[in-house]
């Protein structure tokens, strides 16, 4: 079992590029999320999915986009990078929702310049 | 809105000294609330409560519940230069939405 894989372990773009980063998950979770971490914040729910087909926004959506195609993957978009966006972002699976916690994914750190 | 406050921010202690971190809660239909530590990378699972009162403990690490008052409290004894971390509290919002989270405390534990 290889976990919540997340690619690229670190990003640099520049302002107007896009980007996807990618989400893998082996353990048949339904539930997915994307949230971002920056200093002081917290992590800050960007989008969630509650299985294949089904996203929906968290607290901070804009200028990003996701879709859930399959049960093990839930990519997220960049649609046109701003240095607002650099952070680091983590991916988080579980089976039955977020009452009984989640298993994260390592990371990727993004720098927009 | 749904909100986790916790505190303090960020601590130092020497190792040895038992440390206290703090966080309160407001949510709608409260159901759970978890404990995470996170060091260099991805945050791993240290508890999840439900109830009141019952105390939850891994090694020397404990935590519990008081729903009346709308917080938990993690306890480290003996601290560790290893428990170095940031530790965050979060709750699952209404419905079937995921987790909020906390902003963390900073633990920085010295030899």
């Known amino acids: 079992n290889a976990g919540v894989t997340q690619t690229p372990k670190f990003q640099v773009l520049k302002t107007g590029q896009s980007m996807t980063l990618q989400c893998a998950q082996d353990m048949n979770h339904e539930y997915m999320s994307w949230y971002r971490q920056d200093p002081g914040m917290g992590l800050r729910l960007i989008h969630y999915?509650?299985?294949?087909?089904?996203?929906d926004q968290g607290e901070v959506p804009n200028g990003y986009n996701v879709s859930r195609s399959t049960t093990e993957d839930f990519p997220l978009r960049l649609l046109s990078a701003a240095p607002s966006q650099t952070s680091v972002y983590f991916c988080?699976?579980?089976?039955?929702?977020?009452?009984?916690?989640?298993?994260f994914g390592s990371g990727t750190r993004l720098t927009v310049v | 809105e749904d909100k986790v406050v916790q505190s303090p921010l960020s601590l130092v202690v020497h190792e040895g000294d038992t440390v206290t971190l703090n966080c309160s809660y407001e949510?709608?239909?409260?159901?759970?609330l978890l404990w995470y530590k996170q060091e260099k990378k991805a945050p791993t699972f240290l508890f999840m409560l439900?109830?009141?009162?019952i105390e939850k403990k891994s090694g020397r690490l404990s935590s519990i519940l008081d729903k009346k008052e709308l917080f938990s409290i993690l306890n480290i004894t003996a601290t560790q230069t290893g428990d170095s971390a940031i530790y965050l509290c979060a709750v699952p919002r209404s419905g079937n939405t995921p987790l909020v989270f906390g902003k963390g405390t900073r633990l920085s534990v010295i030899a």
């Open positions: 439900t109830s009141s009162g």
């Open positions: 999915s509650v299985g294949a087909g089904i996203t």
């Open positions: 949510v709608t239909n409260f159901r759970s």
């Open positions: 988080a699976s579980s089976f039955d929702g977020p009452d009984t916690g989640y298993t």
